[in-house]
């Protein structure tokens, strides 16, 4: 269980249009990539200062490989962050404003309150 | 001493911006009235004669971390940039500079410190759309220098609902402490019911039109009892999973003080949340 890590994926990835764009068309090896290189980087540090201790769990590698948010959801990843990055990610398909913000919201239907915890 | 020369609290809409400076076909329907309201709402301020704003608000994860989370943070800077990358993405809204009140940020710190507040600082801090909002809504001139005060309402564990309250009654009697002649109109900015990345997203109301009802009834009025009674940090996640917001306008209410009328009430009923509009007057303060 490492929500801490899986919330740092989608908040670096969100705010890099770089990452965005590279997460949008290669979720799988941006993933691999990531955890491999990034994933122990402590922000606002001198690049050499790594963590030795960060990684997905098996799930948790699969959903954002996936770009499963119902998954991610189900897995307390914070509700922001992964509404935010998935925006970025789709909405460019979807005609209509808000329509897949709607879908999303729809494919997340089967959730009543309470919703699995975001407490990191 | 510095004198209050307003209170403020309302919602901090993203999409405000967009909507407001649309044209032709890509103008919501919604859009006039909205216009129309927020300049009402402006009103309020300009009315005031401020010369200093300081600004509550909830940063996004933009430059706030889970690395080292600070539950209450004062901006000490002569300048904030405003606004980040994902939000003119996301948002479509514009980069801007505003100017800074370091004395007043300074004061708010060491006498908050004092106060048994253990406030962060940051000299360096970049603010999102929770300040840069209503500064578009009450000062798009952005002329005035500020003191931003960010809380954390995003990131379990938070401080509890009374702490939000406590603080707010304490800049209120800091800022009226200031040893200052300048007229400090105090803005907060938060959420009624508002769900974000969950099933009950982008409907046609908020999420919880009866949480919003009672909400707005209970700033209006300075009910600070009954809020009290009525939220908990676990009670909040049933309106919406966003809807922690709303401590950053108990904040707010403890500006105004307890069973204090506001002098403005507005609201307007959108698809995905509902927006309120809360202007106090200090009492004996001229406008």
Known sequence: MSKYLVNKFLYTVDRDPVLVERYRADPRGTVAWWEAEQANLILNCHSGERSTWLAFTGAERDALASHDYVALFGLGAHNFLTLTLFIALFERDYEEPLAFQREYAARLGHWTVPYPDIST | ?287
């Not at chain 2, 032709?24 to 300049?39: C, L, N, Q, T």
């Not at chain 2, 690395?67 to 904030?80: E, I, R, S």
């Not at chain 2, 009697?173 to 508002?194: D, F, K, M, Y």
């Open chain 2, 1 to 287: 001493m510095a004198t209050v020369a307003a209170v403020i609290a309302s919602t901090h809409h993203p999409f405000f911006y967009r909507a407001s400076t649309s044209t032709g076909a890509d103008r919501p329907p919604f859009a006039d009235e909205w216009v129309a309201k927020i300049g009402a709402f402006r009103e309020t301020l300009t009315r005031a004669r401020p010369d200093v704003l300081v600004m509550v608000g909830s940063d996004h994860f933009h430059q706030i971390w889970l690395d080292n989370m600070p539950q209450f943070l004062v901006g000490k800077a002569p300048a904030y940039d405003g606004n980040f990358y994902n939000e003119e993405r996301e948002f479509g809204l514009p980069r801007m500079f505003v100017p800074g009140h370091e004395e007043l940020s300074g004061y708010l710190l060491r006498q908050g410190l004092d106060a048994g507040f253990d406030l962060a600082f940051s000299n360096e801090l970049r603010i999102d759309h929770s300040i840069t909002c209503p500064l578009i809504t009450l000062r798009p001139e952005t002329d005035l220098p500020i003191v931003p005060v960010y809380t954390n309402i995003f990131a379990p564990p938070m401080p509890q609902p009374k702490r939000f309250v406590q603080l707010g009654q304490a800049i209120r009697e800091l800022v009226e402490s200031w040893p200052s002649e300048q007229r400090v109109a105090i803005i907060g900015t938060g959420h009624l019911s508002l769900e974000l990345g969950g099933p009950r997203q982008f409907g046609p109301h908020g999420p919880d039109p009866e949480f919003d009802r009672k909400a707005v009834e209970w700033i209006a009025s300075g009910d600070l009892d009954s809020a009290l009674a009525g939220v908990s940090l676990d009670s909040l996640w049933e309106p919406g999973n966003a809807t922690h917001g709303f401590m950053d306008f108990m904040l707010m209410m403890g500006v105004a003080g307890r069973n204090v009328k506001a002098d403005y009430t507005d609201s307007l009923d959108l698809f995905h949340t509902m927006e309120a509009y809360f202007t106090w007057y200090p009492a004996g303060v001229a406008k």
